[in-house]
């Protein structure tokens, strides 16, 4: 494969006049936030504090796995950083639900919350996303639900939290919610998530497989670092990119597995049709593209995307900017190479603002207190 690290051929001046500080550090590791806050100290120190608002779209402009970043300037921001109790912290992120999904008309939006001030009393939003799925592991060791999430489901109920009567594929997770040296787990109202259930133009079977997927991705675990401040509890939105629902999410073999499934009923021979997999992989996704149409929740499929993706690299250039990118995560994982994406390479300095990883809040010293004060109760 290429060396996605490689310097791009068009762009090999624009990293090292990189105006921004702390230029090239390693994006993908989990940050502590004592680190980051002492590693955020921007190459100018007589630069005017960036605005809220612009330091978020900045870091959106500049995370190097996003596909999405033509629409950085569009980002909403909404200032959260006077909250402090838990119940502020949840009402705002179901604010920021309603504020987002606009009954399928996505608004990207960013909530920020209190900066890192030090290691007691940080916000921190203990869910990967503000929408996931429950996994539920059974004894044979099989998985229903989503198996990204069993540990984070095991977690939640030893938090007190008790999955429905009848547990399914679909099951919403709480919000897992610390602030003010608390922690609460809290149900979301099922008003503020709006889901499309998925549907074959062609296959009437499709609809009977009992699909559904929620229409706002919300990453509500990551790391704001703008240059001066940390914010370990920022979550954010775009809308989704057909394929990481139709390919990853429902495909990989480590997530809802449904190849197998679909190429059954499709009557595919999973021995002689060597291309199987294939064929399952273009009905999924385009089931996902056709629904969330259909529910008017708007969706990008991955050809257009990736066109984005390209004149956002032209734009950044003509402002003398060159995009950051890993290649990796850029590139879509169907038909790879019938996107222009694939066909040129990133150079992978990360800049500040950014959104970083952070360490998971169970893993810090004060989440772990937490935790073991708040589990089994
Ligand atoms: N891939 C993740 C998911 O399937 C979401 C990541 C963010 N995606 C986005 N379109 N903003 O849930």
Redesign the pocket.
Known sequence: MKDPSAPCPAGESGAAACPHAGAGFDHARRWDAAEAAAFSKRGDPGAPPLGLADACRMAWREAVR?I?RLHWRSLQVVDARSLEDADSVYDACIGHLRGATRDGRIVPMQTVFAPWRGPEGGIRIWNH?LLRYAGYRSPDGSVLGDPQNVDFTRLVRSLGWSPPAVPGSFDLLPLVIQAGGKLVVRELPREVVLEVRLAHPDYPWFEKLGLRWHAV?A?SDMMLVTGDEVFPCAPF?????GT??GA??LGDAGRYNLLPEVAEKLGLDRVRDRLWKDRALLVINEAVLHSFERDGVKVVDHHQASREFLTHCDREHEAGREVQAEWSWIVPPVSASATGVFHRLYPLRPRLPNLLLQVEAWNTREGAGLLKRFANR
């Open positions: 996003c999405g996303q991705p990453i939105n775009g809308w989704y990119m990481e629902i990853r999410n």
